[in-house]
């Protein structure tokens, strides 16, 4: 069961493509991260599928869900979503949440790992 969204008609100025880095890095990033541990803690499904933003393409999209839902489970699942989205909404995230998903992205950014493809051709394609 997947929960899909698309988060842009146009292109996302780097400001907004930063923001929206880091809601996912919060929602998403870490297994103690507020929504990945909500759907994990539910017992609804057996993993977490759809990594959350992806936002290789000129259109973001968020997606998340989990694998292993029984059929009856379906809706309980897209609510769950649903409900942890508008509680993170109305509750924020703390200081220290936040300072922790910034650096965690400041880290990535500046290590540009690029895994087996070569380095050259990643700043060149980049």
């Known amino acids: 069961v997947m929960v899909n969204w698309l988060m842009n008609e146009e292109p996302l100025t780097p400001t907004e493509d930063l923001i929206v880095g880091v809601m996912d890095h919060l929602l998403m990033g870490t297994s103690q991260s507020f929504l990945y541990k909500k759907l994990m803690e539910s017992g609804l499904g057996a993993a977490i599928t759809g990594g959350g933003l992806s936002d290789e ?70």
């Open 57 to 126: 393409l000129l259109q973001a999209t968020f997606s998340v869900g989990l694998k292993g839902v029984q059929a009856e489970n379906s809706k309980a699942v897209e609510e769950l979503v649903l409900n942890t989205l508008a509680e993170a909404a109305e509750e924020g995230f703390s200081d220290e949440e936040i300072a922790s998903a910034m650096n965690t992205i400041e880290f990535r950014l500046r290590e540009f790992n690029t895994g087996s493809f070569p380095k050259g051709l990643s700043f060149m394609l980049g």
